[in-house]
């Protein structure tokens, strides 16, 4: 199973040196909209993890982590 990482945004955006504004500007959302999925409180559709994704120039996997199973 794979759950989204809104931490995984800001840690592209640092590593890009991007901010929200720039973010928000190359996928046409608002930078209220990025702030609120970095911060978890708002899950992204497919469509907007893929525009973040090339925002961010990275694949939508990025933005996903593996939740391990304990048995």
């Not at 955006?13 to 909209?33: F, N, V, Y």
């Not at 973040?52 to 996903?64: G, N, P, Q, T």
């Amino acid at each position: 199973m794979q759950l989204f990482n809104p931490g995984r945004i800001v840690e592209r955006s640092k590593t890009l040196r991007k901010t929200q504004q720039e973010i928000a500007a190359e996928t046409g959302m608002s930078s209220t909209a990025i702030y609120y999925i970095e911060k978890g409180r708002r899950v992204p559709s497919a469509k907007t993890l893929s525009r973040l994704a090339d925002a961010l120039e990275c694949e939508v996997d990025y933005f996903f982590e593996k939740k391990h199973n304990s048995s």
